[in-house]
């Protein structure tokens, strides 16, 4: 097969220009890729906590949110029916409140005077009988309202309880006395714990008032018990950092801490609806970071897929964007440069190629050796290396066309080299008309040194012979 110069420059300028366009896409792929990772194993872990976030939402707060409004709903008429009551009925009334509700650990009421009763019938200690200087008493008179205070312990019952307190009023509205009802924690931390048991952790019930840890769940795990001291220490953790007023109502808020165990942990913290606490959720960061590990194989499944997908589509872009863009150009200007390259490399022709400014645009590598010691003159202006005026002329008159002999298209006129060397030059020019209509100027050069030599040679001698008779071998 013979070998083409032209199928070869296509060949390595084609694939100049497909390297043009994949390097910078490859680039691209790699970085997409790289950052695609880092998102996908962001979106695992993130989805890991959005669906912790969805079930502490669901089997937590919504329990608690549900409840509490529930409870003062039913707490709120009893001191209304207390206040339209004989205190001698008051016991009778408190005791039927009392078996409306198996969260209710006592109901019972004292007034300004001191006076107590109890629905289950509990006196006072002794040494406890001044129960006007309880908060669930002085809270409610503060507050002329509902009132929720606590922890504390019931000690006749033997339970951890959270109590509902509100005033009563005589005739005159001045405060006579407080009505309350002790709720049992214990009940109240069973609503929170299928979150704990199903997924870890511990879960807190947190006053939003004065940061009291109310209660917690479980009391004990698989490895150990868990008591109220190294549940306020974890809490302790995060606490300088919760803004109750900060909190959403919408959405979890989560924090990230270490404790002294070098143990990184998540909180999840979420303010309750119509009731003054916020529930906190803590558990090892370590079951998060292993949803991600158990899935780590599908994350380079996915990455493989994707590098695969866009090394592929970058093959597609470039292909299309070569075929549809630069195909038929690159064959157009391969084989005109090609033509016109074999041309500057012939022995026979030295050619020059301008535009109509006469601004250099292809020329011999000859000719800039000659004038420009091997250095590329394209760009330069003609008259540069040419600097007969004579020469000059003549390319201006032919220039603007005409009818004209061939003998009127050429002139020979004498060039000086960088080095200083003068030669004589023919020059033949000719018009050249792209398809966009654009005009081209080329200047065919052969060297006339050696011819006027001898002519200017053989006049001197003819001049100075007189009768001598030379005869000249020419080689």
Request: hydrophobic share 40%; charged share 25%; no cysteine.
């Amino acid at each position: 097969m013979t070998h083409s110069p032209l199928n070869e420059k296509r060949r390595h300028l084609s694939w100049r220009i497909s390297l043009v366009y994949t390097l910078p896409m490859l680039v691209f792929a790699i970085v997409l890729v790289i950052v695609f990772s880092h998102y996908l194993k962001s979106t695992l872990i993130f989805s890991s906590y959005s669906s912790s976030e969805a079930k502490f939402q669901d089997r937590v707060v919504s329990e608690l949110e549900e409840f509490f409004p529930q409870f003062e709903r039913q707490f709120r008429p009893l001191s209304q029916i207390l206040q339209h009551t004989r205190e001698s009925e008051y016991k009778k009334v408190l005791k039927k409140h009392l078996l409306s509700s198996p969260f209710i650990v006592d109901a019972y009421f004292g007034d300004r005077d001191g006076k107590y009763i109890s629905a289950r019938g509990f006196n006072l200690d002794e040494d406890k009988k001044e129960f006007r200087t309880h908060t669930w008493y002085l809270e409610a008179s503060r507050h002329k309202g509902l009132a929720i205070t606590g922890p504390s312990i019931n000690e006749k019952a033997k339970k951890r309880v959270l109590t509902y307190s509100y005033p009563l009023w005589d005739r005159n509205d001045k405060f006579l006395g407080a009505v309350a009802d002790d709720i049992d924690l214990h009940k109240v931390r069973q609503l929170m714990g299928e979150f704990a048991k199903s997924e870890g952790g511990i879960t807190m019930l947190v006053s939003s008032e004065n940061d009291s840890l109310f209660t917690f769940f479980p009391y004990e795990t698989n490895l150990r018990k868990v008591v109220m001291d190294s549940v306020v220490n974890l809490l302790k953790l995060v606490q300088d950092e919760i803004r109750f007023e900060d909190l959403s109502y919408e959405s979890v808020t989560r924090f990230e801490k270490t404790d002294i165990g070098n143990r990184k942990l998540i909180f999840m913290v979420k303010p309750l609806k119509n009731a003054p606490f916020y529930v906190a959720h803590v558990i090892q960061k370590n079951k998060v970071v292993a949803k991600v590990q158990e899935n780590l194989h599908a994350i380079i499944f996915v990455v493989a897929l994707v590098v695969l997908a866009l090394v592929t589509l970058t093959s597609l872009i470039v292909q299309f964007l070569f075929k549809f863009f630069i195909q038929k150009d690159l064959n157009d200007s391969v084989s005109s440069s090609t033509m016109f390259e074999t041309l500057l490399g012939s022995d026979n022709f030295r050619i020059i190629l301008t535009n109509d400014t006469f601004d250099i645009l292809h020329a011999s590598a000859y000719l800039m050796e000659f004038l420009n010691n091997g250095e590329d003159i394209r760009g330069e202006i003609l008259w540069r290396f040419f600097h007969s005026e004579q020469f000059k002329k003549f390319v201006y008159r032919v220039s603007k066309g005409g009818e004209m002999h061939a003998s009127e298209r050429q002139i020979i006129v004498p060039v000086r080299g960088y080095t200083g060397e003068e030669v004589w030059w023919k020059v033949i020019f000719q018009f050249l008309v792209e398809d966009d209509g654009s005009i081209r100027y080329l200047f065919i050069i052969s060297d006339e040194t050696s011819g006027i030599q001898k002519d200017t040679i053989l006049d001197t001698i003819m001049l100075s012979a007189g009768n001598s008779i030379l005869v000249i071998f020419d080689k």
